[in-house]
Every structure is written in structure tokens, then in C-alpha cells.
């Protein structure tokens, strides 16, 4: 079973800035099989990027998505206040479990 | 308009039993995978299990196989969670949540505003 390792824990920074979020597989990922979900506080998780880098309906462009390996990147260019969430990272595809990775908190520094 | 609905959930001692419901509209459930996944501060966000019914697959993490199980409302478009046999690791707000593709390759494209399901005597 994959293990998704996301870092850092908080990331603290101004809007404006870009926010670099990584999410390390401990095994390969079949087809760059893996998305990225915000989550704002009392809601659910909005999806944001699948296979690695296409952007979900509704996803602004300053949020992008890349794969080298097994080390996945989100990447949100020029951060608005909106943008200051918690990330989650999440494998799929084949056979289940579905594995989401611990988080990222995006906070404004 | 896609919108996904959960109802069912509460407080219920260990060893008992609650069910869930997921009731969808804008969509078909025939035409999509539905998931349910569970989240705490314990576990993180945590896949339970999907439905497939054009496929006939359901599927159900290791941690509630042989507790859980999933019925249909075929007037209703929606569907069910039963919980069984419940512990207080099962304690969690519950999401049921739409997948991209029928065949449930598993990209969660809408979600429901979650259920709160509370383990505990």
C-alpha cells in the first residue's frame, strides 16, 4: 500500500508569494495517478488538479501541478486570501484503498 | 446542478449500528462511482469505500470490511451506508462524494457537506 508523505506540515507566507506544497509516494504511481484537494475550515474538500497536472473545472491558473518520480508538486502562483487552506494530496486509480496524504496547511503569514 | 446530500448520522454506543444515506442530484448514481470517505483529526482524511453500479464493484477498506455494507434507492437516486458493529475509531464526519468516471477510477470531483458519525457509550 502507498504511503503519500506530504511536506511541509504549515506553510506560512504573504499573498502574493508562491506557495510550493510537495507530496512524496514511498512507491511508483501508476499513470501519474494522483490529485490535489483544498479544504477550508467547516467545508468539504474541493478537488483541484488530477493526473498530476490537469486542472479540475473552476481551478484558477495560478494553481499548477507537476510530477517528477515519485515526488508530486502543487504550485499556486501570485496567492490570493482565498487560497489559505489545508491541502491534501491523493492517490488513485487500479485497485483501492484510495490513500490521501496528512495535509498541508497553507496559513497567512 | 451536481449536489450530494448526507443524512443518517449521530451518536451510537460501540458494538451498534447506524446507516447512512447519500442522496444525489443533478446526476445519475448509474452514471458515476460514488465514494464515501471519512475524515478526523486522528486519521486524516480516510477512503471507506465506492460503488460502482454499472460495474456491479463495491469495495471497502480493510478497516471496516465484514462492519460496512451498501445498499440502493433505485426510485430515489441515492444510497446507503450501513455501519455495523461500530467503535470509537469509527468516529468520524463522514463525506460521500462523486467520482469523476463511472468506472471509479477515483478522482472525487463533488462532495457532500459531510456527516457526523460519534462512536461512544
Known amino acids: 500500500e502507498i504511503v503519500l508523505t506530504q511536506s511541509p506540515g504549515t506553510l506560512s507566507l504573504s499573498p502574493g508569494e508562491t506557495a510550493t506544497l510537495s507530496c512524496r509516494a514511498s512507491?511508483?504511481?501508476?499513470?501519474?495517478?494522483l490529485a490535489w484537494y483544498q479544504q477550508k475550515l467547516g467545508q468539504p474538500p474541493r478537488l483541484l488538479i488530477y493526473g498530476a497536472s490537469s486542472r479540475a473545472a473552476g481551478t484558477p491558473r495560478r494553481f499548477s501541478g507537476s510530477a517528477s518520480g515519485t515526488d508530486f508538486t502543487l504550485t499556486i502562483r501570485g496567492l490570493e486570501p482565498e487560497d489559505f487552506a489545508v491541502y491534501f494530496c491523493q492517490q488513485y486509480g487500479g485497485s483501492p484503498p484510495h490513500i490521501f496524504g496528512q495535509g498541508t496547511k497553507l496559513e497567512i503569514k | 446542478e451536481v449536489q450530494l446530500v448526507e443524512s443518517g448520522g449521530g451518536l451510537v454506543q460501540p458494538g451498534g449500528s447506524l446507516r447512512l444515506s447519500c442522496a444525489a442530484s443533478g446526476f445519475s448514481i448509474d452514471d458515476h462511482a460514488i465514494h464515501w470517505v471519512r475524515q478526523s483529526p486522528e486519521m486524516g482524511l480516510e477512503w471507506v469505500a465506492e460503488i460502482t453500479w454499472s460495474l456491479s464493484r463495491i469495495n471497502f477498506a480493510d478497516s471496516v470490511k465484514g462492519r460496512f455494507t451498501v445498499s440502493r434507492d433505485y426510485v430515489q437516486n441515492s444510497l446507503h451506508l450501513q455501519l455495523s458493529s461500530l467503535r470509537p475509531e469509527d468516529t468520524a464526519l463522514y463525506y460521500c462524494a462523486r467520482d469523476m468516471s463511472q468506472e471509479g477510477l477515483g478522482v472525487l470531483d463533488f462532495w457532500g457537506q459531510g456527516i457526523k458519525v460519534t462512536v461512544s457509550s
Open positions: 512507491h511508483r504511481i501508476t499513470n501519474t495517478y
